[in-house]
């Protein structure tokens, strides 16, 4: 099974449109928990982290459940510029490595 | 961002041929990475490093060797390149694992 598991979409939503991805994990000892964002052909790049009251920034909003292992981002009022690939990211207690889902595709329709 | 860096951006060889790729920091940190990305696979750990001549495997090592001699500099060896080692290689480096990673801006890597 592996390590982190998302819907790899794609989704297609339009503008201002309220959208939610979830991820799921399979180690109970996962650690921290991140949200990246990769636009096509470039790097990805940090989106926020998650934390356990869950967070928000801005128009986003992470949210952490530990007992049913899963983490979700929650995108309000879509914007064009929201269309990328979002990955979720998980560690564990144990070393530095990070594990990463095949990403979240989501395109903003005007 | 301009602490990491990774050379070279793109690169085309042949089939049979070494390969090196280059990451390069600036920010001290302790850990880095190679990743290799593909579609319907997304990103595979390749090898990492925490610290300086301390390396370990990731999950699709074979065919891959690393070398780290100095704390900014994280080398990715093919060290006979086959067609499905064509992919987009990303470095990545991190001080913290509570606080994410930063990655390099990637190397496009075609073997014919």
């Known amino acids: 099974r592996k390590e982190v598991e998302q819907d790899p979409g794609p989704f297609n939503v339009p503008e201002g449109a309220t959208v939610a991805f979830n991820c799921t994990y399979s180690?109970?000892?996962?650690?921290?928990f991140f949200w990246y964002r990769q636009d096509c052909r470039k790097e990805p790049k940090l989106l926020m982290s998650v934390y356990s009251s869950g967070n928000e920034d801005g128009r986003f909003t992470a949210q952490l459940n530990r007992a049913s292992q899963y983490i979700s981002l929650l995108i309000r009022d879509s914007k064009l510029s929201d269309s990328a690939t979002y990955l979720c990211v998980v560690t564990t207690n144990t070393g530095n490595q990070f594990y990463f889902g095949t990403g979240t595709s989501l395109t903003v329709i005007p | 961002d301009a602490g990491i860096t990774q050379s070279p951006r793109h690169k085309v060889t042949e089939t049979g041929t070494p390969v090196t790729l280059r990451c390069h920091q600036t920010e001290n940190h302790r850990y880095m990475y190679w990743y290799r990305q593909d579609p319907g696979h997304g990103l595979r750990l390749i090898h990492y490093?925490?610290?300086?001549?301390?390396?370990d495997k990731g999950e699709v090592s074979d065919g891959y060797s690393v070398s780290r001699s100095k704390t900014e500099d994280f080398l990715l060896t093919l060290e006979s390149a086959t067609s499905s080692q064509t992919s987009v290689y990303f470095c990545?480096?991190?001080?913290?694992?509570?606080?994410?990673?930063?990655f390099g801006s990637g190397t496009r890597l075609t073997v014919v």
């Open positions: 990545a480096i991190s001080g913290d694992k509570n606080y994410g990673y930063t």
């Open positions: 180690n109970s000892a996962s650690q921290s």
């Open positions: 490093s925490y610290g300086v001549k301390d390396t």
